[in-house]
């Protein structure tokens, strides 16, 4: 790739907040149309190290000049519009350039996840042969460092694996690029973390203009935003909030990988302080608590940063927490942050990204609602009513209906607890290839996003997920993967687990998982739960809770399917005993 070097001992120059280029709102038919047009102007995407340190300025120009020759590449290469180009997801400019490449050749490029530091060589490439059969790529392009894992994945699905290096020193000829359509598919996307039942969102250009374009509406986007993240560009958030939405919005950029923001969090924090224009920066509420921690013992936060224009900080991707967000201001109050920065959202990949966002300085409003009202049983009079606190994550983005539904598919009023129900130009076109998958979830234009609300005034209120999904710290688990897991082990059958999510102490969900146990030996039992346990968490990246249950234990529903929501109101209520583990 090309890129001018800066005069010598000249520190780098970051591209601007503003230029002089009118901005256009993600009005454009298609994204190819959207980098053609950011290119003219001098605003771009800046790559930093662990510790923040500019490293590499990537002005829109050079991402379309790129681009352009990755799609030639391919083209060149056989690549046909609608064919696959799958690619491992690591922030920088490879990424960015093959992405709009893909786009530009009219191939559909497939973000997948890099390794994480648990699971394994194994489990790696496990997940990109599930994910790699089901969007069937003619294609993988990954970075050298993963080479090992990246091509086996490859070759066990039968497609071509090249780095991206290799791949980038090919002839680039002049060849004719397709004419796109705003009703083309752009790009898929997996968001589910699943790595047995994966489900690829289409996207086409035109849901993703739209949604990008209600998106800066609904921020109130201005000439002097500039956005910082650290979120990984395989997930909808960071993929189309914090990366396609700088293009199509013409916003400047500054990114650290997400493993350096796991080593080092507060770097996150430098860049925002750095900032001379408005900040606008998402995260999930974990990133906000692992700040909070890791600053909680040092003294010189007002020396350090300077979050006064941190204008909207996004909260997505998981349940918000008010507890966490208010000890976020807590301890970054004195460096300017203001508690109605927090721009609580509610949105799937299903849905592009955003279905709605609360309007920018009205901060985090909550709800304290009875436990029962949220899990729909009687309640126990003879005990003291216990409340949960409810974020509100705003209103629909423009261009998109939300409504509640009860079980017989009926709207349901304000303060009345349902499934949430979308409906707008932004809805993806389809699961790839599973149109059972996309006739169960898609119903005369209105989308089931599987999640539980309510709306008052025309905001809504999420409470919790109809869909078994298990999300962690941002991260998405389908129960399915879990189970399967342990299944693999010695001595287990389809229907002898049940995996679910439930509310440890400090208020965190982690994953929980009932299992039928058929052993006897107090000595074994141990052995066994420890063997489940470290099995769950080379899935998850994370302990769990393990309990070892008498056979035949946990529920099914009339025809016989295993039932989680049962199990787990059974397991909580104490009416499905686990044994005692000897000490």
Avoid at 451 to 462: A, K, N, Q, R, S
């Amino acid at each position: 790739m090309t890129q001018t070097a800066p005069t010598a001992g000249a520190p780098l120059e970051p591209t601007p907040n503003a230029d002089a280029l009118p901005r256009r709102f993600a009005d454009f038919a298609t994204f190819a149309d959207a980098v053609d047009y950011a290119a003219q102007g001098s605003r771009g995407l800046n790559f930093h190290d662990p510790r923040g340190k500019l490293t590499r300025v990537y002005p829109y120009a050079e991402l379309r000049e790129d681009a352009l020759a990755m799609a030639r590449r391919l083209v060149a290469s056989g690549i046909r519009p609608g064919d696959r180009i799958a690619l491992v997801a690591e922030t920088g400019t490879e990424f960015a350039a093959l992405f709009c490449g893909a786009v530009y050749a009219g191939a559909w490029p497939v973000p997948l996840p890099l390794p994480t530091s648990f699971g394994g060589k194994e489990s790696y490439i496990d997940q990109l042969a599930v994910q790699l059969q089901s969007s069937d790529p003619t294609m993988l392009l990954y970075p050298a460092e993963i080479a090992a894992m990246a091509s086996a994945a490859a070759e066990r699905q039968g497609c071509d694996g090249i780095d991206w290096s290799s791949f980038g020193e090919r002839e680039a000829p002049e060849v004719a690029l397709p004419e796109l359509k705003s009703d083309d598919i752009c790009y898929l996307q997996y968001s589910s973390g699943s790595t047995r039942f994966p489900h690829g969102v289409a996207v086409t250009h035109g849901a993703l203009m739209s949604n990008l374009a209600a998106h800066s509406h609904g921020m109130v986007l201005t000439d002097n935003d500039r956005c910082i993240s650290w979120l990984p560009w395989y997930h909808d958030m960071g993929l189309v909030g914090c990366f396609l939405s700088l293009i199509a919005n013409q916003v400047s950029g500054d990114y650290l990988k997400t493993e350096d923001f796991a080593r080092r969090p507060l770097a996150w924090l430098d860049l925002i302080s750095r900032n001379e224009g408005n900040s606008i920066s998402y995260s999930p509420t974990f990133g906000y608590d692992i700040c909070a921690r890791r600053i909680s013992s040092q003294s010189n936060v007002s020396e350090r940063f300077d979050l006064s224009r941190w204008r909207l900080a996004g909260n997505g991707a998981d349940m918000i927490r008010p507890d966490v967000m208010q000890n976020f201001v807590d301890a970054f109050a004195e460096a300017g942050f203001k508690a109605n920065a927090f721009t609580p959202s509610y949105g799937l990949a299903e849905a592009t990204l955003a279905v709605t966002i609360m309007p920018p300085g009205e901060g985090i409003k909550v709800e304290l609602v009875e436990e029962e009202r949220l899990s729909g049983t009687p309640r126990d009079l003879s005990r003291p009513a216990r409340y949960r606190a409810i974020v509100n994550c705003g209103k629909a983005v423009r261009g998109m209906e939300v409504a509640i539904r009860g079980e017989e598919g009926r709207e349901m009023p304000d303060h009345h607890i349902g499934k949430v129900w979308c409906r707008g130009p932004s809805v993806m076109h389809s699961y790839f290839r599973d149109p059972e998958a996309t006739e169960a979830c898609l119903v005369d234009g209105w989308l089931d996003t599987g999640d539980m609300g309510y709306t008052v005034d025309g905001y809504l209120f999420i409470v919790g997920r109809a869909k078994d999904m298990i999300i962690i710290n941002g991260k998405n688990h389908w129960p399915q993967d879990i189970e399967w897991a342990v299944e693999q082990l010695p001595g287990f059958h389809q229907g002898d687990i049940a995996a679910f999510a439930v509310q440890a102490e400090n208020g965190e969900e982690v994953p929980a998982v009932l299992v039928h146990c058929r052993v006897s030996d107090p000595i074994e039992r141990v052995k066994l739960h420890d063997q489940i346990r470290d099995k769950v968490r080379s899935i998850t990246g994370m302990n769990c809770v393990v309990e070892l249950v008498p056979p035949r234990t946990l529920p099914r529903t009339s025809s016989g399917k295993l039932s989680r929501a049962k199990a787990k109101k059974l397991y909580l209520s104490g009416e499905i005993e686990p044994y005692q583990l000897a000490a």
